[in-house]
Every structure is written in structure tokens, then in C-alpha cells.
């Protein structure tokens, strides 16, 4: 049997997949959380399966819900492409796009730079996912992400846009009391500020090569802000993105004629983002915007 497509149901799946509840959605869509719930079970009986799996946390979508959501938004560009097309008012795009990026970058210059973006696209709301953890954009779990290495799926649309450099620091005061390290291989004898469970620590540490097996660490955090305050108050030396500490009084580098790498930083995008006209438009502003954040 077949059916007809009915708009308002796909209006409240894609509402409620961007609310992540029920009672969101229908404030969003300016319905009642029944109304609401009665269009999703007339869409899942539609489809033949549940869409959501109903859990303590709240709606959790399913495999299928998430495959769905990409043709629903589609149909939602679509209509506003022909709303436009109609009224002859080109209308700007609306919706919710999803950034995920590191913890300083996404506190310190991320909003700057989305300010003047967002004032005039009224219509866009940016979510912002902060932290070392690289979300999975190929399950979608972001739209796009400002990345510090280089992406490995080919499947994702990624455009280098500058880099980084990074070094040791240490407070004036951690420098007084200890010293600074002689060279690179002796660094006996110092305390460190470093990551604590996130695994992200571990791997630059080898990308970078150095061997931190022996190491005796005073302040570990899996937060970047929280280390480099650490380092700021003197409670050991550690490893931070060369311009974000230069914004820091009182912090000193170290050992820079040795120890200066770079890292390639990567806007990046799944392929099937680019269709869509509010993403397409976040990821050109942002590519626009941070080349001048990461010259060499």
C-alpha cells in the first residue's frame, strides 16, 4: 500500500531530530508535544519501523531515522528553494548546524568569528561540540568540524586552512623555581601538566615524539583551558598551541629552537553537507574566516 507524502510529518520529524524531544519540537513548530507525538507514530507506521528508541536520556534516533533525516532535508531545502522561486524573495537558509572543534578554539575565537555570520543569518542556530574527541561526521554526530590533524575518511570533503605551532611552556614562577630545561632529552627532574584520560594526550605525545614513560605529572585534565591554567599558576610545564599562550601573561616558552612542530588545521564536512544550503553557507563563511586565524 501506498501513501501519500504528508509535509507535516517529515516537519516533525526533522523538528524533533534537531530538539532531540518531543516537548522542543512542538515549541519549535508551535504545536502541542501530543500533536507532535501523533505525527511521529503516523510517520513510523508509514515507514514500517520505530524512527526513535525511547530511553531514560530522552529520544534516541535509529539507523533508519538518521538515513531519513538526510532526505527530509533535502525536501526542507527544496521547499524553500521553491517558496523563493514563487514569491520572488529569495529566502535565507534556517535551520541547525553542528560545529565541533577543540575546547580554546571553540571558547576564545569561534563566537567572534560566527558573529558576524549569525547577525545576518537570523535564521541559522550554530550548536557547537567542544573537545579533543573527534566526533564521527560520517554518523553525522556533527556537520562540520575545525580539526588540528588531518582527517583519515576519504568520504569527507576536508580543506586545509592553515596551522599551528606548537611549544612548551612554563610559568615565570615554575622557570624560577626549577629552572629552565638544558635540551630536549634532559628534561630530568621537571614536572609536567598534561591530559589525564582521553587518549588524545597519548597520541601526540608519539606524533610528536616524545616519550613521556618516565614522566612525573603534578596536574593532569583532559580540558585544554584547565592545563594551560595549570601551567599558568606554576604547577608544572606542558605543551600548548604557540599563539593561544602568548595570550597569557606570565607564561614563558621553552626550548624553542628545539621543539617548534606544526599541525595542519583541517575545516572538514561530510560530502553530503555541502547539498544543503545552511551548511554549505556556514562552511564558506568559515573557510573565508579562518585562514587569517592560522597563517604560518
Known sequence: MT?????????????????????????????????????????????????????????RPTGRAVALMEHAEQLEQAAQVLSASITGKPESPTGTVRITTTEVFGVERLPVLMQPFLRSH???????????????????????????????????????????????????DYVARHGEPPALDRLEGHVWVGFDRDSFGARAAERLKLDVTNTRFAFKADSMLAQREAIAQGLGMGVLEARAASRVP???????????????????????????????????????????????
Open 3 to 59: 501513501h501519500s507524502l504528508d509535509w507535516s510529518l517529515l516537519q516533525a520529524f526533522v523538528a524533533v531530530m534537531r530538539a532531540g524531544s518531543l516537548s522542543a519540537a512542538a515549541q519549535t513548530l508551535g504545536l502541542t508535544q501530543p500533536t507532535v507525538g501523533r505525527q511521529i507514530r503516523t510517520l513510523e507506521e508509514q515507514v514500517g519501523e520505530a524512527l526513535f528508541d525511547r530511553t531514560p536520556q530522552g529520544l
Open 122 to 172: 537570523p535564521g541559522i542556530t550554530i550548536e557547537v561540540s567542544i573537545g579533543m574527541q573527534v566526533e564521527n561526521l560520517l554518523r553525522r554526530d556533527a556537520d562540520i568540524a575545525i580539526r588540528f590533524s588531518r582527517p583519515e575518511q576519504a568520504e569527507l570533503i576536508a580543506r586545509q586552512i592553515g596551522s599551528v605551532e606548537l611549544g612548551f611552556f612554563a610559568s615565570e
Open 250 to 296: 606570565g607564561l614563558r616558552r621553552l626550548l624553542a629552537t628545539e621543539f617548534a612542530p606544526r599541525s595542519g588545521v583541517w575545516l572538514v564536512a561530510h560530502a553530503d553537507v555541502r547539498q544543503g544550503r545552511r551548511y554549505r553557507a556556514v562552511f564558506d563563511h568559515l573557510a573565508k574566516v579562518l585562514p587569517a586565524e592560522f597563517k604560518d
